[in-house]
């Protein structure tokens, strides 16, 4: 089951190496006695490949950031995965893997986080970009097409996309799926044909705001390739931070269940408050929860006191975010509008605090920031039902209103998102 390989994955030869936590081995060089068998696993290090024996050098792998790799993509049901300093470093070497091969075209779906958005727009790489609707892809596909990038649920807005379909339409150009937001608990978009599964490992996989990482789960060839970008362009994963990822892994599964209970309440309970328009939280669940006050927004971030203003998210404590002032600043408007980030949207992450809690700082602060609502708590404490018979009719969750959205969720967590 999928709780006992979070916590058992990476970590299968611990018992008989007579050892209990994981050894960080912080190794910058290693002993090389036998020259020649040293030189010859040089030349399988530089295609790419992970030879028996010893590691050689700290670029090329590291047995405590491999446990996290191994781990990662037995949850993400995938041959390998190779980890990096950070979530831009592992989505720069997939577009850099891309261009080796040629293909420096990118298909790509809004909304995408700010700073791939920005990359991919930029051309900083020498990417060229085009911006489809999610039935745009298939038409869009050119020769030199190296990857088809999209996010579900996406950053901010947390509209989700069709795997499955994606997968069809994209055909033999590999999809690459962020999962940051999802986490393999709710979804493994390898399961669907997705090729490439990336992770902004800094999220949820760490879960506790401490380790900034990336992760690239995919077929045991992509992985070599990655591995001769990150040997060849040293956008290394500290081992340190490999031991608190798989660390974070262990408890991955428990930490989703629960924030995404909350969340779902709390996105339940912001739809039937008077000073919100618009809620957003998707069909599979998730810890995070998108919102727009009627209100000021900066305004309500001000008003908060327990819930802590702040990008990134996935952590044990709840956070919130403006994305169009912050994590979707570095776009230009007309990318904002085609991504549907309006400038009230609000991006909440909701940790592992009692939700009531949260509730009473958020509907204080709404209180607060919005005078013409005096009746706001008194309807808010009594959230209406969610309504079972609206969630087969709405097809288009990405604006789809709270009532209709949070009905689907509720259904969902009566399955156990850690079963899927
Ligand atoms: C944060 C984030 C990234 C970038 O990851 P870093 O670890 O900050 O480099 C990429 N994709 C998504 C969806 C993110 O939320």
């Known amino acids: 089951m999928f709780e006992t390989r979070a916590v058992h994955a990476g970590r299968d030869d611990l018992a008989a190496l007579g050892t209990h936590a994981v050894p960080i081995d912080l190794s910058t060089t290693y002993p090389l006695p036998d020259l020649p068998a040293a030189a010859l696993a040089l030349d399988a290090y530089a295609e790419g490949a992970l030879p028996e024996g010893s590691p050689i050098y700290g670029r090329l792998t590291n047995p405590t950031v491999r446990r996290f790799e191994v781990a990662l993509a037995e949850l993400e049901g995938c041959a390998d995965a190779v980890a990096f300093a950070s979530g831009m470093a592992a989505v720069t070497a997939c577009l850099l893997a891309a261009a080796a091969r040629g293909r420096r075209h990118v298909v790509a779906v809004r909304p995408l986080y700010g700073t791939t958005d ?36 996406a950053n901010p807005t947390l509209a989700e996309l069709d795997l499955a379909d994606l997968a069809a339409q994209a055909g033999d150009v590999p999809l690459l799926v962020d999962n940051t937001f999802a986490t393999p608990v709710l979804q493994q978009p390898a ?83 008077p000073a919100v328009e618009r809620v957003h939280y998707p069909s599979i669940g998730g810890a995070l929860v998108a919102f727009e006050p009627a209100g000021d927004p900066m305004e309500l971030v001000a008003a908060l006191r327990l819930i802590t203003p702040a990008v990134s998210l996935g952590g044990t ?20 509008d085609e991504g549907a980030i309006g400038p009230k949207l609000l991006r909440l992450s909701v940790g592992l605090e009692h939700e009531d809690d949260l509730w009473g700082d958020l509907s204080a602060a709404l209180e607060r920031s919005s005078g013409a609502s005096a009746s706001a708590s008194a309807t808010a404490s009594a959230p209406a039902p969610a309504s079972d018979s609206d969630s087969d009719s709405d097809s288009d969750s990405t604006l789809a209103s709270a009532s209709v959205s949070v009905s689907v969720v509720m259904l969902h967590q009566e399955t156990s998102p850690a079963h899927v």
């Open 118 to 153: 920005h990359l991919l727009t930029s051309g900083l790489l020498g990417t060229e970009v085009t911006w489809v609707e999610p039935d745009g892809v298939a038409r869009a596909l050119r020769p030199d097409t190296g990857l088809v990038m999209v996010e579900t649920p």
């Open 191 to 273: 399961r669907a044909g997705a090729r490439m599964v990336l992770h902004s490992a800094t999220k949820f996989l760490g879960g506790h705001g401490d380790v900034m990482g990336g992760v690239v789960a995919c077929d045991a060839q992509s992985a070599d390739v990655l591995r001769q970008i990150r040997f060849a362009t040293g956008a290394l994963l500290h081992p340190l931070a490999g031991y608190l990822l798989l660390r974070g892994l262990s408890t991955l599964p428990i930490r989703v269940a629960k924030a995404s209970a909350s969340a779902a309440i709390l996105a339940e309970r912001l739809a039937t408050h």
């Open 317 to 336: 404590d709840t956070l919130i975010q403006h994305p169009a002032s912050l994590t979707h600043r570095v776009i230009d408007d007309a990318a904002r």
